[in-house]
């Protein structure tokens, strides 16, 4: 079991009746236990199942979804029908559920007892119909919900219950999420803005503001000793050059500065209960370095941001805080997994004649070092955007190559619309001129297609990647949080694309629940 997740836990309810006696539902109890504890020993799950017990009656029902709703360890209810179980009886608890569902439909036993099974061991499972009258009533109410089929011992059904556990970690993390904007959306970018009252009740985070004058006085708490160790930490995990690592030169000063606004940036989120951040480059505290009573950072605080995004906190660049929750949230999924994730910008395109087009994935700076192929190097160049024109510090690395999913949240106006593409990362060539980290994929089915659906769909040219996630999460997080999902992948053609994405105008106007 993860660390990151110890302390959470996924409910298990089974649902019977008193109809067949209490010897039935005292056997429907044993099986039970004995399948959360199999799910549990299996290993494939990354937070623990609790079982909750039967449920024999709508009293029960929403006694135990309301217990659900409001244990803060609880992140997420598995249902599972043992014998029948009418399905009126869950009505009142499934109005009263607040937590991501999962129904789970399988049988204790996997084969049936040919020789042996009698009227009193078809009374007993009943999984066949149970669930189907259970699927009803959720269907009847419109739950959102995550339908698995399987045998509850098979691996493939355990991956899937896995996948959703770690969906809902990250669901749970949102609801008290505050994203900080250290200034505002820069320069009238219409993508990387949205409602944020909207967001609130619907993705679950708070986006706050803190002028980045307030920021800067969590710098005057920073000694000189914190900053010497954390460069001498810098030097220890990256390589460097010798000028870099030496004190007095110009590049040591532009790393120096980097560590304390890391260390800056990390006292004030830490101060604030924040788990997500942005920064705007035209807005980097008081203007003249020159002066002896500066305050401020020298430059954009690229390395802070690429180092507190490997330690999970959100990023979003140029104010777009969208990106900087959606990033938390992902990263708070794969905790554990080893592939690594990162905000990224689509930077420039590489056209090749042979089916190969590529894009560039990169940002001035702030690219996660959790994707880098190799050991990052820390190196200090000039960066001649924003407000100051200077020299700073930024882990420069590639990305490895292999399959992986990015995705991308826009406001539609009237829903929030989750993007994902399945892209293919590529070996990139060197870029001696372009000193930052980055990586080369080639979106899925091919880049025409990939980049057109993209841009048909509204998407942004920042998304948050990831080498861990399948579909299937997404597919997961869009279920629970009642958001639209578009994905582009192998199948995608873009006539369906746009019919698809037609249907979805229509029924989102209908369905004003989910706007
Ligand atoms: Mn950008």
Same mark, same amino acid.
């Given at each position: 079991?993860?660390?990151?997740?110890?302390?959470?836990?996924?409910?298990?309810?089974?649902?019977?009746?008193?109809?067949?006696?209490?010897?039935?539902?005292?056997?429907?109890? &044993? =099986?039970?236990?004995?399948?959360?504890e199999g799910?549990?020993?299996?290993? +494939?799950?990354?937070? /623990? %199942? *609790?079982?909750?017990?039967?449920?024999?009656?709508?009293?029960?029902?929403?006694?135990?979804?309301?217990?659900?709703?409001?244990?803060?360890?609880?992140?997420?209810?598995?249902?599972?029908?043992h014998?029948?179980?009418?399905?009126?009886?869950?009505?009142?608890?499934?109005?009263?559920?607040?937590?991501?569902?999962?129904?789970?439909?399988?049988?204790?036993?996997?084969?049936?007892?040919w020789?042996?099974?009698?009227?009193?061991?078809?009374?007993?499972?009943?999984? &066949? =119909?149970?669930?189907?009258?259970?699927?009803?009533?959720?269907?009847?109410? +419109?739950?959102?919900? /995550? %339908? *698995?089929?399987?045998?509850?011992?098979?691996?493939?059904?355990?991956?899937?219950?896995?996948?959703?556990?770690?969906?809902?970690?990250g669901?749970?993390?949102?609801q008290?999420?505050?994203?900080?904007?250290?200034?505002?959306?820069?320069?009238?970018?219409?993508?990387?803005?949205?409602?944020?009252?909207?967001?609130?009740?619907?993705?679950?985070?708070?986006?706050?503001?803190?002028?980045?004058?307030?920021?800067?006085?969590?710098?005057?708490g920073?000694?000189?000793?914190?900053?010497?160790?954390?460069?001498?930490?810098?030097?220890?995990?990256?390589d460097?050059?010798?000028?870099?690592?030496?004190?007095?030169?110009?590049?040591?000063?532009?790393?120096?500065?980097?560590?304390?606004?890391?260390?800056?940036?990390?006292?004030?989120?830490?101060?604030?209960?924040?788990?997500a951040?942005?920064?705007?480059?035209?807005?980097?505290?008081?203007?003249?370095v020159?002066?002896?009573?500066?305050v401020?950072?020298?430059?954009?605080?690229?390395?802070a941001?690429?180092?507190?995004?490997?330690?999970?906190?959100?990023?979003?660049?140029?104010?777009?805080?969208?990106?900087?929750?959606?990033?938390?949230?992902?990263?708070?999924?794969?905790?554990?997994?080893?592939?690594?994730?990162?905000?990224?910008?689509?930077?420039?395109?590489?056209?090749?004649?042979?089916?190969?087009?590529?894009?560039?994935?990169?940002?001035?700076?702030?690219?996660?070092?959790?994707?880098?192929?190799?050991?990052?190097?820390?190196?200090?160049?000039?960066?001649?955007?924003?407000?100051?024109k200077a020299?700073?510090?930024?882990?420069?690395?590639?990305?490895?190559?292999?399959?992986g999913?990015?995705?991308?949240?826009?406001?539609?106006?009237?829903?929030?619309?989750?993007?994902?593409?399945?892209?293919?990362?590529?070996?990139?060539?060197?870029?001696?001129?372009?000193?930052?980290?980055?990586?080369?994929?080639?979106?899925?089915?091919?880049?025409?297609?990939?980049?057109?659906a993209?841009?048909?769909?509204?998407?942004?040219?920042h998304?948050?990647?990831?080498?861990?996630?399948?579909?299937?999460?997404?597919?997961?997080?869009?279920?629970?949080?009642?958001?639209?999902?578009?994905?582009?992948?192998?199948?995608?053609?873009?006539?369906?694309?746009?019919?698809?994405?037609?249907?979805?105008?229509?029924?989102?106007?209908?369905?004003?629940?989910?706007?």
């Amino acid at each position: 079991m993860e660390k990151a997740f110890e302390n959470l836990e996924i409910w298990w309810i089974t649902g019977a009746q008193l109809l067949y006696g209490g010897d039935a539902v005292v056997k429907v109890d &044993a =099986h039970s236990k004995e399948m959360v504890e199999g799910l549990n020993n299996s290993g +494939r799950l990354p937070i /623990k %199942v *609790v079982y909750k017990g039967t449920a024999n009656s709508s009293r029960e029902v929403s006694d135990i979804m309301s217990a659900a709703s409001n244990e803060r360890r609880c992140v997420g209810v598995i249902t599972w029908m043992h014998t029948f179980s009418p399905a009126k009886m869950w009505i009142h608890g499934l109005q009263e559920l607040r937590k991501p569902l999962l129904h789970l439909h399988t049988q204790y036993n996997a084969e049936i007892p040919w020789d042996t099974m009698d009227m009193d061991f078809m009374n007993l499972n009943q999984s &066949a =119909h149970g669930d189907r009258e259970f699927g009803h009533i959720c269907a009847r109410m +419109r739950v959102r919900r /995550k %339908v *698995v089929v399987g045998y509850w011992q098979d691996p493939k059904t355990q991956d899937q219950i896995a996948v959703w556990s770690r969906v809902c970690a990250g669901w749970a993390d949102a609801q008290d999420m505050r994203v900080i904007r250290f200034g505002d959306q820069m320069n009238n970018v219409a993508v990387t803005d949205g409602d944020k009252v909207e967001a609130e009740m619907r993705l679950g985070y708070h986006v706050d503001y803190c002028p980045v004058s307030t920021l800067m006085e969590y710098g005057k708490g920073i000694t000189d000793a914190d900053v010497d160790a954390l460069v001498a930490e810098y030097f220890r995990l990256y390589d460097a050059d010798e000028k870099c690592k030496t004190p007095g030169t110009t590049e040591y000063k532009s790393i120096w500065n980097a560590a304390k606004a890391e260390l800056t940036l990390r006292a004030c989120l830490k101060a604030k209960g924040a788990k997500a951040f942005t920064t705007n480059f035209d807005d980097l505290g008081s203007a003249d370095v020159n002066d002896p009573h500066f305050v401020g950072f020298d430059q954009i605080p690229g390395l802070a941001s690429q180092r507190l995004m490997a330690e999970g906190y959100g990023f979003g660049a140029e104010g777009d805080w969208k990106s900087a929750a959606l990033y938390r949230t992902l990263w708070v999924m794969t905790q554990g997994l080893p592939g690594g994730c990162s905000f990224l910008e689509d930077y420039t395109l590489n056209f090749e004649q042979n089916g190969q087009s590529s894009i560039l994935q990169a940002h001035m700076l702030e690219v996660c070092p959790l994707i880098a192929a190799k050991k990052p190097r820390l190196e200090v160049h000039h960066l001649g955007i924003g407000i100051r024109k200077a020299q700073t510090a930024r882990l420069v690395f590639t990305s490895k190559p292999g399959p992986g999913v990015t995705a991308t949240v826009v406001d539609m106006g009237n829903r929030f619309r989750l993007i994902v593409n399945d892209v293919e990362c590529i070996e990139p060539k060197p870029l001696p001129k372009l000193p930052v980290a980055s990586a080369l994929w080639i979106p899925m089915p091919n880049f025409e297609i990939g980049a057109g659906a993209w841009i048909l769909a509204g998407g942004t040219h920042h998304s948050c990647f990831s080498y861990d996630l399948s579909p299937e999460y997404w597919e997961d997080y869009a279920e629970i949080a009642g958001i639209e999902m578009l994905h582009i992948n192998k199948d995608t053609k873009l006539a369906d694309f746009k019919r698809e994405m037609r249907y979805n105008e229509v029924y989102y106007m209908l369905n004003k629940s989910l706007c």
